[in-house]
């Protein structure tokens, strides 16, 4: 594995503000034609706590509900080209995960562990379509195992290059099934997403926004979100610009990280992801 190259200082808050830029564009196309959007995760928490990115925040978080999110694709070309660009599994057949991303043109930027795969890269914010879930907790329940294994299948792809022994045999093995087959069942899933419906809502190839990190969510909750927490939207201050976001961003804030108004030690503010190479 390549050794990690560290983004510090200037070209760390530069990238921030190549992804800044994205999320402006992105709410130029999506005010003209009235998709909603939330600026959410840390990036949320970044507007309420320090009116724009956390310091060491390496990324940002876009959440749409699947209609908006398909409305969105639809008009995607409409993105300024000489800023970013939409990528998914239908824009880049090499791309391998279960939600979108905008990419800054010109850029380049390669997660540790994943330089043998050939997908566009560059400086990116993620772009998260949230589907409907069942309405029994035991349906969420199962759901969720499925939405792991079909997330695992696609990591294979990185795994089998990053892992030794059983492990890799595993993934090996996982990496035989054709992409096509995950696409097809989150479709499957995908196709009862409706705005309007009762249901509550998750991302499907990603763990579960209620316990990714925080473990004592109720069951009734752990595995899915208020739909309403994407339809009642406020605007907020991030970096001198207003994006919009949950209009109850404490109770959102609460249920992915508690006490989000404390600041955590110092030993823990780091940036998610670790990368090999990136130019910008």
């Known amino acids: ?17 190549l992804q800044l830029d994205m ?24 507007a309420v706590r320090h009116k724009g990115y956390i310091p ?15 409305k969105f694709k639809l008009v995607a070309n409409e993105l300024d080209p000489s800023i970013c660009f939409f990528q998914d599994h239908t824009t880049d ?5 279960g939600y979108g991303k905008l990419r800054r043109t010109g850029t380049k930027y390669i997660r540790l562990g994943q330089e043998h795969i050939k997908c566009k890269t560059g400086v990116g914010i993620d772009i998260f ?6 309405l029994s907790v035991l349906g969420q329940m199962i759901q969720d195992f499925d939405c792991f294994l079909l997330r695992k ?32 069942r989150v479709d499957a899933y995908a196709k009862h997403s409706r705005n309007n419906s009762p ?38 201050e991030f970096e001198g610009y207003r994006f919009w976001g949950t209009k109850d961003y404490d109770a ?18 780091e940036a998610h992801a670790p990368v090999s190479d990136y130019s910008f």
């Open 1 to 17: 594995m390549e050794e990690i190259k560290e983004i510090k200082g200037a070209d760390f808050r530069k990238m921030q503000l």
């Open 23 to 46: 999320i402006s564009e992105l709410d130029r196309v999506c005010r003209k034609h009235s998709i909603l959007y939330t600026i959410s995760c840390g990036t949320l928490l970044g």
């Open 56 to 70: 060491w925040d390496d990324d940002a978080d876009i959440t749409m509900l699947r209609e908006e999110y398909e």
């Open 93 to 97: 057949r090499e791309y391998l995960w």
């Open 129 to 134: 379509p949230l589907d409907d879930v069942p």
């Open 153 to 184: 299948i696609l990591y294979a792809r990185v795994a089998v290059k990053n892992t030794k022994g059983a492990e890799k045999a595993v993934y090996s093995l996982m990496n035989l099934i054709p992409r096509s087959y995950v696409y097809r």
């Open 199 to 236: 249901n509550r809502v998750r991302l499907l190839l990603f763990p579960s926004f209620g316990k990714l990190y925080l473990k004592t969510n109720p069951l009734k909750t752990r595995y899915s979100m208020c739909k309403e927490w994407f339809l009642d939207r406020a605007e907020y």
């Open 252 to 269: 959102f804030l609460g249920y992915m990280y508690d006490d989000y108004m404390t600041l955590p030690d110092e030993d823990k503010r």
